[in-house]
């Protein structure tokens, strides 16, 4: 749908909330009497979309509820702030501190508009950018403060709870008359670091110490970056101009460690020519849950992919010859054995980067922006582990059957009566009586076959 008469800027999803989803007998009151039921169950009810914010070089901003599909308002710049360039909700949907209260738009004016969710009424106007414009804004996940990067060269700490600037950080420009541009600035899950890029750089920094634990030249442009990971560490996925896709570790520095040397894989290697087209990597985005190594990007050709960075975490986690850091496996005990482990070796082989799933828009749409949302349903679920549970059934019957023995073989003279067949492995069970009737038969039988016998013999 067109949103917007000019090109889309910025967009950001949050969750819904008890105003997101109103109405009695719609698709959406039904939706959260189901998250109700599961919250009386005592499971824990997975959050679900409820806003959509856009903002677009129309110096408009668009309301989008996600739970009924339709447009729910439209707003305007205030007077001489210009066009919204970025925007995300406080807090964010990435949070766990509940659904969302504010909206914080980032004007070319170089101002941040902080709006009440609740009536869009204007709650603060913060100045701390130049007139370049503010390119860039995350929101802690607490909701309480927020990081902004603009044209101007500045990384500025804002408290929203005071509605003030906190700290600024002035990057060194290398050309005296132009300043150094931020791109992109992210928090990690826990707020406890943040990184931007600028140019070809990417700088990694802890909040505690304020120290970088990263801060690395890119062979090109850096356009975004994304924190991903889990409990094996943290990490930094950058989409690029070349079409690079370089993944970095983010951490403390160990002792017995260089301070110039910084681990760092390409999961995805640049386009060998000069310009990149549409090859290049405009937008990257991490997708919450799953493994934590899920992201979503979005290249200058209007493909959107998603992709699974783990092995790209696995091989910087592994020793240089591939194998585990915890120490080399053991000799195998004869070449039959050592067979085994090379083809075994040889069928496991482990890549940087699985493209899970991939969209083309239209016929090559150009992208500014995306927002990702990971939707996680109870009952789908329930769905798919019956399913699991059905084919595991299945299975088993399976190598029932493989494991039953050969057929009874029958004389040909004897006839075969195919009704009366049953499984090997089942049991016959008769009734006594008919057991001792059985036997008097075939004696009676016996004694006559004896009479004739005789009366031959005679």
Partial sequence: MAAHEGSVRCLDIASAGAA?????????????????????????APPEPGALLSGGFDEAINVFNLQKHCQAGELKTPNDLGSPLCCSFAPPCSSTSGPPTHALIGTTSGKIVLYKKRDWSVQHVLAGHDEGGVQCLAVHPTGKMALTGGRDGKVCLWDLMKGRLAFVYKIPSRSKIRK????????????????????????????????????????????????????EGMFLAAGCDDGGLPVLEVGQLEEDEDADTRRAIMAIEPVDKVVAGDDRLKCIRSVEGGSGFLVVTANSGGIVSLMDLEGAARMMLS???????????????????????DVDSNEEVEVAVEILDSVRLGSGARITDISVWSFGDNEMDEVIDEEEEEVEEE??????????????????????????????????????????????????????QRKQKKKKAA
Avoid at 34 to 43: A, E, I, L, V
Avoid at 180 to 202: H, L, M, P, Q, S
Avoid at 418 to 433: G, I, P, V, Y
Wanted: charged share 40%; aromatic share 4%.
């Fill in 180 to 231: 150094e541009t931020v791109n992109d600035i992210v928090w990690c899950d826990d707020g406890t670091r943040y990184a931007f890029c600028y140019g070809t750089k990417i700088t990694a920094r802890d909040v505690a110490s304020g120290e970088d634990l990263l801060d690395v030249e890119m062979p090109s442009r850096v356009n975004q970056i994304a924190f991903i990971g889990g409990p």
């Fill in 20 to 44: 997101a989803s109103g109405g009695s007998g719609d698709a959406s009151s039904k939706k959260v009497k189901k998250r109700q039921r599961n919250q009386d169950d005592g499971s824990e």
């Fill in 395 to 448: 299975e088993e019957e399976v190598e029932e059957v493989d494991d039953e023995p050969p057929a009874r073989t029958f004389d040909k003279g004897k006839k075969f009566n195919k009704h009366q067949t049953q499984r090997s492995n089942d049991t016959l069970e008769l009734d006594a009586a008919a057991v001792e009737k059985a036997r008097k038969l075939v004696g009676q039988a016996k004694k006559k």
């Fill in 319 to 341: 020793g240089p010859d591939g194998s585990d850091e915890q120490g080399d496996s053991k000799d195998s005990e004869s070449e039959d054995d050592s067979l085994d482990s």
